[in-house]
C-alpha cells in the first residue's frame, strides 16, 4: 500500500514555522526519493512511496497553517522555492475565502477582506509594517510590486490575538519570505520569463533569483533575493463620466433652446451623458527588488536577525484620452433617442456661440514612481520557561507623481453624435465632418505639470516576554509592548500653461497662465508633433460595436514641449513665481500639502490554554490589547477675506485610547474535526488625508469652509466567528466558517461653527461654519459565512489520481449602512461588498508535468456612494479564468506556461445597469520561461 508522508506538529499560535518545516521537508524528501527510490518500513520490507511534490506539496503546506492555527487563519504556501502559484500577491490573494481585489490596468492592486475596504486591513512583511503607496495619502497597499518568488506563503488572519499588532478591521495579511535557516542545505534558485500582453503587444522580460547557505556548523544563515521585470500595462476605457438631467436654462423669452434634457418632450427630464470619453492607459514599468536575511543561532536558546525589503516601481505613462463635453453644447432633439429609465440612447449635440461643445484630446504623460522598504533587527532568547524577543524595525514608502498633462482642445465642434444602442451600451462617437488624427479645429493648447509627493515611515520598537507554567492547562502567558511612530506626508505643485486662439480667451488666474497665439501656431505644433495610437483603441475585448472611431491625436513630450516653447514663457517651473493673486505667489497646492503624525504605544497580556484531557479538547488564547495614539497634524489655513487671500501655517492634535479584547478558541472534536469559536475587538484608523489639517475660511461667501480632523477616532469592529472544519486526508478538507463584524466610527461630513483662531464658537459673531469629517454614531453589521473543499483524487487508478479540486464561496450581507441611491431612495450595500464570491481550481499533476486552471467570480459591489453628480458608481459582476502549465525536463528545471485572464473578461461600471460609466478591456498576458534549482 503506498505510504502518503503527513507532517503535524503540536498546537500553538499560528502554527507559520511548522508549516514552512513541513514544507521543506516534503521538498527535500520528494527530491531524495525520485533520487533513491522506494524505501524500507520498520521490519525492512520495502513499501511503495507516494511523493508529495509541486501543487500538493503546497496545498498540503497551506491546509496544515490553516489546521492547526488556534485563530481563523488560510494561506497560500509557493509550491517550491520560487514558484509561487501566482503572478501577483494580490492576485494571489483572491483564491482566499472572503478576499476580493481592486485592479488597476488588469493588475491585482489592492484587497478588501470580508467586506472591509483595502484601507481598512493591516498588511505585514515578516511582521514589519507594510505601508501606503496611494497619490492622495491613504492606508491601502499595493501588492503590485513586492515579487512573488521572494514569498513563501501569504496569510490571511481573520481573528486576531492580543499580541497581534492593530490596525485590520478585515483582517491581517502576512506576506511571509523564506529564512536562511528553515534549511541547512544550500540552494540557489531562479526563473527567467518572457511576459506578453495580448493589449499592449509587448514581450516583456522577467528574472529572478534566490538563494540560501548556512555557514560555521549550520549557526549561521544568509539569504538573498533579486528581482528585476519590465512590463507594458495597457488598458482601454470606454467611459462616460457622468449622466445628468438639467432643467432649461430659463422659461419664455430668455429661454435657451437644447439646454433641457426633457429630450422626448414628455415632462420628464431624461438622462444624458455629461463627458463620454475613451481612454488608452499606457504605463511602461520597471520593477527592481532585493531581499536579504541573516540569522544568527549559537545555540537551540539564542537567534538573532537582522533583514530588509526594497522594492522599486518606475512607471513611464504615456496614456491619452479623447474626451466630449456632451452637456457643452445643444441638444438637437428631433434627431435624439430616448430608450428605457428615461436614457438617452443616441444624443446628437451642436455648437453655438454661447455653448460651444468641447472636444479634448488630453494626455497624460510623465513618471509615476515607487520605492518602499522594511527592516529588522532582533533576536529570540529562550530560557526554558521564558522565552523572550524583541525587534526594531523601520519602513517607508515614498510615491513621486510628475505627471504632466498636454490637452489639444476643439472648443465648437459643429455637431457630434454619441450611441449608446449597442451590445455593451458604451458610447460610439461620429463627429461629422472631423478627423481626429489631425489638428483639425484645434484651438486652444494646455501644458500642465502637477509634481506630487506622497511619504510614510514608520519606526517601531517590540519587546515580548513569554513564560511556560509547570500547568497542565496554562500553557503559556506572554506579555509585551510596541511603540511605533508613523509619519505621513503630502506635498503638491500644479502649474498650467495654455496657449489659445480663441476670440475670447479665458484670463490667467490661480494656477493658470494663458497666453493668445495665432491659430496657426497651434495647428502646426499638433501638425508637426503629434501622432495617433499605433494600438488601436478596444484591441482586445468587447466594445459592442465595430466601426467608429478607434485613433485619434496622440499628444505627447513633443506636443507638451512645443506648447511651453510657443507660450514665450521659457518654462513650466512649478517652483516660480506665480503672478496671479490669490496663490501666495506660488504654484504650491496649500491644501494639498501637510502632514501627520501618529505616535501610538501599546501593551497586552494573552493567555494561551489546552485543555487536552477533557471529551473534547479544547485550546485557545484570551487576553487584551490597550493601545493609546497620539496625533498631530500641521498643514496650512487659506483665508479669503474679502478678496485677499493669506495663507498661515497651523497644527492641531487629537487622540484616543482603546481596549481590545479577543477570544480564540479551538475544538478537537475528533482526529479529523475541529471546531473554532472567536470575538474580539479590532480597530482600523481612519484616512490620514481626512485627519490632515487643510483649514478654509471665506469670508465672501457667508464665513464659511472646511477643514480636516486630526482628532478622528478609528473604526471600530466587534466580530465574531463560529467555523467547522473536516480534515478527512491528507490533502483534503472541507470547512465552513460563520462570521459577523459590527462595525463603528465611520467617517462623516458635519458642520460645527469655529472662531477664525481655531477655538470652538463663543456666538461672538466672529466666526464661521465648516464642514469637518467627524466620526457617526451609525453602526453597520456584515453577516457572513465562508465555505471551502480542497480534494486530491489520489483513490483513482494511475494516472487519474493525479487530479486534485479545490474552490471555495463566500457570501455576505450587511444591515445599517446609511448610504442612500439619491436616484431611487433605496438603501445601499455596503461599500467594497460582494455579497456572493466563489473561486475554483482544477489541476493533474505526475511527478514531471502539472496543469491548473482557476476562475475567479464576484459579485457586483459599490465602488462609491456619492461618485460624479452625488450618484452611486457601482461595479458589475466580474470574472476572470487563468491557467498555468508546467514541465520538468530534469529534477530541478522545469519549464511553465502561464495565463492571466484567458477569456478577455472586460471590467464594466455603472450608475444603473442601463447606464454604464466604464468599459475597461485589459487583456490577457501570458508568460513563459524556465525555473530552476540548484
Not at 56 to 62: E, H, I, K
Not at 229 to 254: C, F, I, Q, V, Y
Not at 469 to 483: A, N, R, V
Not at 724 to 748: C, M, Q
Request: charged share 20%; proline share 5%; hydrophobic share 35%.
Amino acid at each position: 500500500m503506498p505510504t502518503i508522508r503527513n507532517h503535524r506538529g503540536s498546537h500553538h499560535g499560528t502554527g507559520g514555522s511548522l508549516a514552512a518545516t513541513a514544507a521543506s521537508m516534503l521538498l527535500l524528501q520528494g527530491w531524495t526519493s525520485i533520487a533513491n527510490g522506494a524505501e524500507q518500513d520498520d521490519r525492512g520490507e520495502q513499501l511503495e512511496e507516494v511523493v508529495v511534490t509541486g501543487i500538493r506539496a503546497g496545498l498540503r503546506s497551506s491546509m496544515e497553517v490553516k489546521r492547526e492555527a488556534l485563530q481563523v487563519v488560510d494561506a497560500i504556501s509557493a509550491e517550491d522555492i520560487g514558484d509561487f502559484p501566482d503572478k501577483n500577491l494580490s492576485e494571489a490573494l483572491q483564491r482566499i475565502t472572503g478576499v476580493q481585489i481592486s485592479r488597476q490596468d488588469g493588475e491585482g492592486r489592492g484587497v478588501s477582506i470580508r467586506g472591509a475596504e483595502p484601507g481598512l486591513n493591516r498588511v505585514e512583511i515578516n511582521g514589519i509594517t507594510a505601508l501606503s503607496l496611494t497619490v492622495t495619502g491613504g492606508r491601502d497597499v499595493d501588492f503590485r510590486d513586492l515579487p512573488v518568488e521572494f514569498v513563501s506563503r501569504l496569510e490571511v488572519v481573520k481573528s486576531a490575538t492580543p499580541d497581534m499588532t492593530e490596525g485590520g478591521i478585515g483582517g491581517t495579511v502576512r506576506v511571509i519570505t523564506r529564512r536562511p535557516l528553515d534549511s541547512a542545505e544550500p540552494y540557489l534558485a531562479g526563473s527567467t520569463q518572457m511576459v506578453y500582453s495580448t493589449l499592449a503587444k509587448e514581450y516583456d522580460p522577467k528574472f529572478a533569483l534566490i538563494g540560501s547557505r548556512t555557514f560555521l556548523n549550520n549557526t549561521v544563515g544568509l539569504l538573498g533575493a533579486v528581482s528585476y521585470e519590465e512590463r507594458h500595462l495597457d488598458s482601454h476605457n470606454a467611459r462616460t463620466t457622468g449622466w445628468l438631467r438639467r432643467a432649461p436654462t430659463a422659461t419664455g423669452a430668455g429661454a435657451t433652446p437644447g439646454r433641457g434634457t426633457d429630450v422626448n418632450g414628455d415632462g420628464t427630464l431624461d438622462w444624458i451623458p455629461e463627458i463620454p470619453r475613451y481612454g488608452l492607459d499606457r504605463r511602461e514599468t520597471r520593477r527592481p527588488a532585493f531581499l536579504g536575511i541573516v540569522e544568527w543561532q549559537p545555540t537551540d536558546a539564542v537567534k538573532l536577525f537582522a533583514e530588509g525589503t526594497y522594492a522599486h516601481a518606475k512607471e513611464e505613462v504615456s496614456s491619452m484620452y479623447m474626451q466630449l463635453g456632451a452637456a457643452t453644447g445643444l441638444i438637437d432633439y428631433a434627431n435624439s433617442v430616448v430608450g428605457p429609465d428615461n436614457t438617452v440612447t443616441h444624443l446628437e449635440v451642436v455648437s453655438s456661440s454661447g455653448f460651444p461643445i468641447e472636444l479634448a484630446y488630453r494626455n497624460i504623460n510623465g513618471s509615476l514612481e515607487r520605492e518602499q522598504y522594511t527592516t529588522a533587527l532582533g533576536g529570540e532568547w529562550d530560557l526554558g520557561q521564558f522565552k523572550l524577543d524583541g525587534r526594531l524595525t523601520y519602513a517607508s514608502a515614498e510615491v513621486q507623481n510628475d505627471e504632466k498633462n498636454s490637452t489639444a482642445t476643439v472648443f465648437g465642434v459643429p455637431r457630434a453624435i454619441i450611441d449608446y444602442n449597442n451590445g455593451q451600451r458604451a458610447p460610439n462617437f461620429t463627429f461629422p465632418g472631423l478627423d481626429t488624427t489631425t489638428a483639425q479645429g484645434v484651438n486652444n493648447l494646455a501644458a500642465v505639470f502637477n509634481p506630487r509627493t506622497n511619504a510614510q515611515e514608520e519606526t517601531s520598537a517590540q519587546f515580548n516576554v513569554e513564560y511556560q507554567p509547570e500547568s497542565s492547562w496554562l500553557t503559556s502567558i506572554k506579555t509585551g509592548f510596541d511603540l511605533r511612530e508613523l509619519t505621513m506626508d503630502s506635498l503638491l505643485f500644479s502649474r498650467t500653461i495654455q496657449i489659445t486662439s480663441r476670440t475670447s480667451p479665458p484670463a490667467s488666474s490661480g494656477a493658470t497662465i494663458t497666453v493668445p497665439v495665432a491659430q496657426s501656431v497651434i495647428q502646426d505644433i499638433v501638425d508637426t508633433h503629434s501622432g495617433i495610437n499605433d494600438v488601436r483603441f478596444f484591441a482586445t475585448g468587447d466594445i459592442g460595436f465595430g466601426g467608429g472611431v478607434r485613433h485619434w491625436n496622440d499628444n505627447g513630450d513633443a506636443t507638451y514641449n512645443a506648447t511651453i516653447a510657443a507660450s514665450g514663457l521659457g518654462n513650466i517651473d512649478p517652483y516660480a513665481f506665480n503672478p496671479n493673486t490669490g496663490t501666495n505667489n506660488s504654484f504650491q497646492n496649500y491644501l494639498d500639502t501637510w502632514d501627520v503624525e501618529e505616535k501610538t504605544r501599546a501593551a497586552y497580556l494573552q493567555g494561551s490554554f489546552n485543555f487536552d484531557s477533557l471529551p473534547i479538547p479544547i485550546s485557545g488564547t484570551l487576553g487584551a490589547r490597550y493601545v493609546d495614539t497620539e496625533t498631530l497634524s500641521t498643514g496650512f489655513t487659506r483665508t479669503n477675506q474679502g478678496g485677499v487671500f493669506t495663507f498661515g501655517r497651523a497644527s492641531r492634535d487629537g487622540g484616543y485610547s482603546k481596549w481590545l479584547p479577543s477570544l480564540n478558541m479551538r475544538f478537537e472534536l475528533s482526529d479529523q474535526l475541529v471546531a473554532r469559536m472567536t470575538a474580539g475587538k479590532v480597530l482600523a484608523r481612519p484616512n490620514p488625508s481626512q485627519m490632515a489639517f487643510r483649514r478654509t475660511l471665506d469670508t465672501s461667501v457667508g464665513s464659511t469652509g472646511s477643514r480636516g480632523n486630526p482628532d478622528l477616532k478609528p473604526y471600530e469592529a466587534n466580530q465574531y466567528d463560529l467555523g467547522l472544519e473536516w480534515y478527512f486526508s491528507p490533502d483534503g478538507f472541507v470547512s465552513a466558517t460563520a462570521f459577523r463584524k459590527e462595525i463603528s466610527n465611520f467617517v462623516i461630513n458635519t458642520t460645527v461653527r469655529e472662531e477664525a483662531d481655531g477655538s470652538p464658537s463663543d456666538n461672538s459673531g466672529d466666526e464661521f461654519t465648516l464642514t469637518v469629517p467627524v466620526n457617526g454614531e451609525e453602526e453597520v453589521t456584515i453577516n457572513g459565512i465562508e465555505a471551502g473543499v480542497q480534494y486530491a483524487f489520489d483513490f483513482l487508478p494511475q494516472p487519474f489520481n493525479g487530479f486534485g479540486a479545490l474552490a471555495n464561496v463566500t457570501y455576505q450581507n450587511d444591515d445599517g449602512y446609511k448610504g442612500v441611491n439619491v436616484i431611487t431612495g433605496e438603501a445601499l450595500p455596503f461599500p467594497g461588498l460582494s455579497r456572493l464570491s466563489y473561486n475554483y481550481s482544477l489541476y493533474y499533476e505526475n511527478q514531471r508535468f502539472s496543469i491548473r486552471g482557476s476562475y475567479n467570480w464576484r459579485e457586483k459591489w459599490l465602488t462609491t456612494p456619492s461618485g460624479r453628480g452625488a450618484l452611486a458608481e457601482f461595479n458589475e459582476d466580474f470574472g476572470s479564468l487563468d491557467g498555468s502549465l508546467n514541465f520538468t525536463i530534469v529534477p530541478d528545471v522545469t519549464v511553465f506556461l502561464e495565463a492571466i485572464n484567458i477569456l478577455d473578461d472586460v471590467r464594466i461600471e455603472h450608475n444603473h445597469p442601463l447606464r454604464r460609466i466604464a468599459n475597461e478591456t485589459y487583456g490577457s498576458r501570458y508568460f513563459l520561461g524556465v525555473r530552476a534549482r540548484l
